[in-house]
């Protein structure tokens, strides 16, 4: 709250300048690198590596069976330069990024009107409360008979997976919004217009952003086994063919590449949302 | 100038009827604040304080009665609810925007009604805010204050629109002892530097008559004004005031009236839960 420096002041700007030091502010970051956590997460992880890759020969039952890292890593060093990898992880995207941002573009208006108006709600919220539970996985049939394309298809999938959550992390957001805000800003002067742009949408914005977090979570758990089922293109329906001509450690080396796609993924949303929610960046 | 925001309850009632259960909140509820007059009204738990303070906002409706200030009508049964920047409330829990700045929470009313350019508006935020002893922190979010700069802020708010009065609703509950006296005494240099009509709940009575020109005890539900005892108190006051004969003397007619209600609203509270 104060400006005042306390106690020895020559002292006080001495600590300051040293702080500036690239050498100290090196130091800190790399101190900060080398926390306990880091250190425990090395040691869990090649503990891990080391039995998998010395398990086989001990004869666990069923193990013998899955390929070792050393194999795993020869597959990934061949599958890395091959074309089909590369445009399966495209394709993969491509359809993530359509179905996930076509969920958004519908979720959203939809669950903030239907917070904003009783009747809308009444009207579709039991169709929702219906559809809701069905797993994504259930409609890829009826999927592949309704679109004209496998493409719509798998894209559907995907968009059904990320579009239930973020409608209802909308709907739960905006109505539970404290009506103090609305008040204050009734009082202040605010149009209807105002109250919508100013207080609602801000006020949702961490729950969308939740929505979004989980629902591409759930996206590419779809498309892997929209892939699988209605593809012939992507990391999943690479991973499945890979399975059918016996190539386990390419299964492993697919495996693992979805898991840093959806890793990635999932951060360019927290990044995102970050920037869209700057008020909440300090906790 | 001439003095505005001469508020005036005339027989205000309200009853609540949630599912079929009669609850009157306030009844036949009378009281005239003068234009620049600091009025505090006090009372137990529940007995329609806050209900009162909504109905001048223009946040909910009377089913009796009428409020007005300066001759125009407020709230009465069926009239179309306005809140408006002529009265601007501070709210118990605090209602800055979280998603805003500390200065666009400050600027936005004037902004909005155009009555301010924004370097104005700007200007003018930071002027009130160091007044009450806050500087460099235009653009920190709320969440990065503490209790006691948020309700600073949030008072701040209330007056760059201003407004005829102000309404305050047990705004400082939450703070600790310490922070609460700070703030109070902020709240009567600003009240002294310009003085406004003040519309003031709590259940504080130390508080009440340290602020108040006039404390009106309200009786337990259904709510109306049991007494009202004028603080004649001169100003300006500080903490000092608060061990002063007078203030003693007030504080104990004050204790007598209160402790009556509250004892009312425990007993009919036992009652409910029976």
């Given at each position: 709250?104060?400006?005042?420096?306390?106690?020895?002041?020559?002292?006080?700007?001495?600590?300051?300048?040293?702080?500036?030091?690239?050498?100290?502010?090196?130091?800190?970051?790399?101190?900060?690198?080398?926390?306990?956590?880091?250190?425990?997460?090395?040691?869990?992880?090649?503990?891990?590596?080391?039995?998998?890759?010395?398990?086989?020969?001990?004869?666990?039952?069923?193990?013998?069976?899955?390929?070792?890292?050393?194999?795993?890593?020869?597959?990934?060093?061949?599958?890395?330069?091959?074309?089909?990898?590369?445009?399966?992880?495209?394709?993969?995207?491509?359809?993530?990024?359509?179905?996930?941002?076509?969920?958004?573009?519908?979720?959203?208006?939809?669950?903030?009107?239907?917070?904003?108006?009783?009747?809308?709600?009444?009207?579709?919220?039991?169709?929702?409360?219906?559809?809701?539970?069905?797993?994504?996985?259930?409609?890829?049939?009826?999927?592949?008979?309704?679109?004209?394309?496998?493409?719509?298809?798998?894209?559907?999938?995907?968009?059904?997976?990320?579009?239930?959550?973020?409608?209802?992390?909308?709907?739960?957001?905006?109505?539970?919004?404290?009506?103090?805000?609305?008040?204050?800003?009734?009082?202040?002067?605010?149009?209807?217009?105002?109250?919508?742009?100013?207080?609602?949408?801000?006020?949702?914005?961490?729950?969308?952003?939740?929505?979004?977090?989980?629902?591409?979570?759930?996206?590419?758990?779809?498309?892997?086994?929209?892939?699988?089922?209605?593809?012939?293109?992507?990391?999943?329906?690479?991973?499945?063919?890979?399975?059918?001509?016996?190539?386990?450690?390419?299964?492993?080396?697919?495996?693992?590449?979805?898991?840093?796609?959806?890793?990635?993924?999932?951060?360019?949303?927290?990044?995102?949302?970050?920037?869209?929610?700057?008020?909440?960046?300090?906790? | 100038?001439?003095?505005?925001?001469?508020?005036?309850?005339?027989?205000?009632?309200?009853?609540?009827?949630?599912?079929?259960?009669?609850?009157?909140?306030?009844?036949?509820?009378?009281?005239?604040?003068?234009?620049?007059?600091?009025?505090?009204?006090?009372?137990?738990?529940?007995?329609?304080?806050?209900t009162l303070l909504n109905a001048i906002a223009g946040f909910d409706q009377l089913t009796d009665g009428q409020i007005?200030?300066?001759?125009?009508?407020?709230?009465?049964?069926?009239?179309?609810?306005?809140?408006?920047?002529?009265?601007?409330?501070?709210?118990?829990?605090?209602?800055?925007?979280?998603?805003?700045?500390?200065?666009?929470?400050?600027?936005?009313?004037?902004?909005?009604?155009?009555?301010?350019?924004?370097?104005?508006?700007?200007?003018?935020?930071?002027?009130?805010?160091?007044?009450?002893?806050?500087?460099?922190?235009?653009?920190?979010?709320?969440?990065?204050?503490?209790?006691?700069?948020?309700?600073?802020?949030?008072?701040?708010?209330?007056?760059?629109?201003?407004?005829?009065?102000?309404?305050?609703?047990?705004?400082?509950?939450?703070?600790?002892?310490?922070?609460?006296?700070?703030?109070?005494?902020?709240?009567?240099?600003?009240?002294?530097?310009?003085?406004?009509?003040?519309?003031?709940?709590?259940?504080?009575?130390?508080?009440?008559?340290?602020?108040?020109?006039?404390?009106?005890?309200?009786?337990?539900?259904?709510?109306?004004?049991?007494?009202?005892?004028?603080?004649?108190?001169?100003?300006?006051?500080?903490?000092?005031?608060?061990?002063?004969?007078?203030?003693?003397?007030?504080?104990?007619?004050?204790?007598?009236?209160?402790?009556?209600?509250?004892?009312?609203?425990?007993?009919?509270?036992?009652?409910?839960?029976?």
């Amino acid at each position: 709250m104060s400006n005042h420096v306390t106690g020895n002041d020559a002292a006080y700007k001495l600590r300051i300048a040293r702080q500036l030091t690239v050498s100290y502010r090196v130091g800190r970051w790399f101190r900060g690198l080398w926390s306990l956590n880091l250190l425990l997460g090395v040691i869990s992880l090649s503990t891990v590596t080391f039995l998998w890759e010395f398990a086989a020969p001990l004869g666990i039952p069923g193990l013998k069976n899955v390929p070792a890292p050393t194999t795993v890593i020869a597959a990934a060093t061949d599958l890395l330069v091959a074309p089909q990898y590369w445009t399966g992880w495209g394709l993969s995207f491509q359809r993530i990024v359509t179905g996930f941002i076509v969920a958004q573009m519908i979720g959203i208006p939809l669950g903030l009107i239907m917070a904003m108006h009783r009747f809308s709600f009444g009207t579709i919220f039991p169709i929702i409360e219906i559809l809701r539970p069905i797993p994504p996985v259930a409609w890829i049939p009826i999927s592949i008979v309704f679109w004209p394309a496998r493409e719509q298809s798998v894209i559907f999938i995907v968009f059904l997976g990320a579009f239930w959550i973020v409608l209802l992390n909308t709907i739960g957001g905006a109505s539970q919004i404290d009506r103090k805000y609305k008040r204050a800003a009734l009082s202040l002067g605010s149009t209807p217009r105002d109250l919508f742009w100013k207080i609602i949408l801000p006020a949702t914005m961490p729950s969308i952003i939740t929505g979004m977090a989980v629902g591409m979570g759930i996206s590419w758990e779809m498309v892997v086994a929209a892939e699988m089922i209605a593809g012939n293109t992507g990391l999943g329906y690479l991973l499945w063919q890979s399975f059918e001509i016996g190539a386990i450690a390419q299964v492993i080396v697919c495996m693992i590449s979805i898991g840093i796609a959806g890793y990635f993924s999932s951060a360019l949303i927290r990044t995102l949302g970050g920037f869209a929610t700057p008020w909440r960046r300090l906790h | 100038m001439a003095e505005t925001g001469q508020l005036s309850i005339r027989n205000a009632g309200k009853i609540y009827d949630p599912d079929g259960i009669h609850v009157v909140a306030l009844q036949r509820v009378s009281l005239e604040v003068k234009a620049n007059e600091f009025c505090v009204v006090v009372g137990p738990s529940g007995c329609g304080k806050t209900t009162l303070l909504n109905a001048i906002a223009g946040f909910d409706q009377l089913t009796d009665g009428q409020i007005s200030m300066d001759g125009a009508l407020l709230a009465s049964p069926g009239k179309k609810l306005l809140p408006g920047p002529d009265r601007m409330v501070v709210f118990q829990q605090g209602a800055l925007f979280p998603w805003k700045t500390v200065m666009w929470n400050v600027t936005c009313g004037p902004l909005k009604q155009e009555r301010m350019a924004p370097a104005e508006a700007a200007e003018k935020g930071r002027e009130l805010l160091a007044r009450v002893g806050l500087h460099d922190i235009e653009d920190s979010y709320p969440e990065g204050l503490s209790g006691g700069q948020k309700r600073r802020v949030e008072i701040i708010r209330a007056l760059m629109n201003d407004p005829k009065i102000l309404l305050f609703d047990e705004p400082f509950r939450a703070l600790d002892a310490l922070t609460k006296s700070v703030v109070q005494e902020h709240l009567l240099e600003l009240f002294d530097f310009a003085p406004k009509t003040v519309f003031f709940i709590t259940h504080d009575l130390e508080e009440a008559i340290f602020l108040a020109d006039r404390v009106a005890v309200m009786t337990t539900r259904p709510g109306t004004i049991k007494k009202v005892i004028a603080v004649d108190i001169p100003r300006p006051r500080d903490y000092r005031v608060l061990t002063s004969g007078r203030f003693l003397e007030i504080k104990a007619e004050l204790g007598e009236a209160i402790h009556e209600e509250a004892k009312k609203a425990f007993e009919a509270g036992e009652r409910e839960l029976a």
